[in-house]
């Protein structure tokens, strides 16, 4: 079946980086697009951006930029999402998810979620 | 960017019920707007996407319509696994805004 298997719960310091990774399975990874979207505790969803996992092109959320990469291997079809120079105001769980389109995009598959924790 | 706005905020309602949750976009989307449900501790679901398209595996009684920068979600008779968060998407244009979500609750 179609699975994205994510990385483990991560705890930073305030400054540092975190990676979290995105394994997909049950289906060809270059076909579609993963997006990261990110969840503070108690509030609302976050779009942080996407990769074309076929080009490796990329698009991120202003809110984000200068902050994160996404990058990916296609010979192991893992995603990563990379968020430096963290706050505490990071602590979320972050989520990478699947996109199809038919007569629209849509995030189809969702992995778990990785728990960052950014504390001192 | 895009802004999603959905009322109510929150909503109590009982089983059986017949509800209806809104989602209002600051320009015109299309048809590129989705419907996700999530429950607590849990990653978000698709329900239903371009407007009005169940996603496989989603019962019946969730329904989306609306077009431009209206739309609507209802759920024609409330089950007890029913109750949960739902959140509003565009998928017209980049960043990919979600709206602040609806959380629905037993009355």
């Known amino acids: 079946q179609v699975q994205l298997v994510q990385s483990g719960a991560e705890v930073k310091k305030p400054g540092a980086s975190v990676r979290v990774s995105c394994k997909a399975s049950?289906?060809?990874?270059?076909?579609?697009?993963l997006h990261w979207v990110r969840q503070a505790p108690g509030q609302g969803l976050e779009w942080m951006g996407w990769?074309?996992?076929?080009?490796?092109?990329?698009s991120y959320a202003q809110n984000f930029q200068g902050r994160v990469t996404m990058t990916r291997d296609t010979s192991v079809s893992t995603a990563y999402m990379d968020l430096s120079r963290l706050r505490s105001d990071d602590t979320a769980v972050y989520y990478c998810?699947?996109?199809?389109?038919?007569?629209?995009?849509?995030?189809?598959?969702w992995g778990k979620g990785t728990t960052v924790t950014v504390s001192s | 960017d895009i802004q999603m706005t959905q009322s109510p905020s929150s909503l109590s309602a009982s089983v059986g019920d017949r509800v209806t949750i809104t989602c209002r976009a600051s320009?015109?989307?299309?048809?590129?707007l989705n419907w996700y449900q999530q429950k607590p501790g849990e990653a978000p679901r698709l329900l239903i996407y371009a407007v009005s398209s169940l996603q496989s595996g989603v019962p019946s009684r969730f329904s989306g319509s609306g077009s431009g920068t209206y739309f609507t979600l209802t759920i024609s008779s409330l089950q007890p696994e029913d109750f949960a968060t739902y959140y509003c998407q565009q998928s017209f244009s980049n960043p990919r805004t979600f709206g602040q979500g609806t959380r629905l609750e037993i009355k």
């Open positions: 998810v699947r996109e199809r389109y038919n007569s629209a995009y849509y995030l189809d598959v």
């Open positions: 049950g289906y060809t990874f270059s076909d579609y697009y």
């Open positions: 320009q015109t989307i299309n048809s590129y």
């Open positions: 990769i074309n996992p076929n080009s490796g092109g990329t």
